[in-house]
């Protein structure tokens, strides 16, 4: 994913670690999913397809058994401090759509909750990982 140096939507401004842990995991969630659904949406954007084509691609790659997957993938190379925000979010994940097993949702909301952190405290981190998680097509 594209992470410009100076962010319009965030301004040029980066929050410190400590403030972006003031802001409670789901809001946090909510940001990384944002984000992640944006950056697979630009990595499935070529070869040009039909638009449905790319939205049940997008679909797929997003879906939280996917996110939970990917999130287990990079657990070698987290940070204790990621690894703590990965746990914030894990715990702070609400109910359960009926589809899916706790465990699936309580991950991939750990790992939205860990990319809004980023997006907000530390961008070229986010990007490091993004770049190691795979978006295939589904």
């Known amino acids: 994913m594209f992470v410009p140096e100076s962010d319009p939507l965030?301004?040029?401004?980066?929050?410190?670690?400590?403030?972006?842990?003031?802001?409670?995991?789901?809001?946090l969630a909510y940001l990384g999913d944002a984000l992640y659904e944006f950056h697979v949406?630009?990595?499935?954007?070529?070869?040009a397809q039909r638009s449905h084509q790319v939205h049940q691609s997008?679909?797929?790659a997003v879906r939280a058994e996917?996110?939970?997957?990917?999130?287990?993938?990079?657990?070698?190379?987290?940070?204790?401090?990621?690894?703590?925000?990965?746990?914030?979010?894990?715990n702070a994940a609400g109910?359960?759509?009926?589809?899916?097993t706790g465990e699936y949702?309580?991950?991939a909301?750990?790992?939205?909750?860990?990319?809004?952190?980023?997006?907000?405290?530390?961008p070229q981190r986010l990007q490091a990982l993004l770049q190691q998680l795979p978006v295939t097509e589904y």
């Open 41 to 47: 949406r630009l990595r499935l954007l070529l070869p």
């Open 105 to 107: 949702y309580q991950q």
């Open 66 to 90: 996917r996110q939970a997957e990917l999130l287990v993938s990079l657990l070698p190379l987290l940070t204790a401090e990621e690894l703590e925000i990965v746990r914030r979010g894990r």
């Open 109 to 122: 909301t750990g790992l939205e909750t860990l990319l809004g952190y980023l997006y907000l405290c530390d």
């Open 10 to 27: 965030r301004g040029d401004r980066r929050l410190s670690p400590a403030a972006a842990k003031q802001l409670a995991p789901q809001a």
């Open 58 to 60: 997008v679909v797929g």
């Open 95 to 100: 109910r359960v759509p009926r589809r899916l």
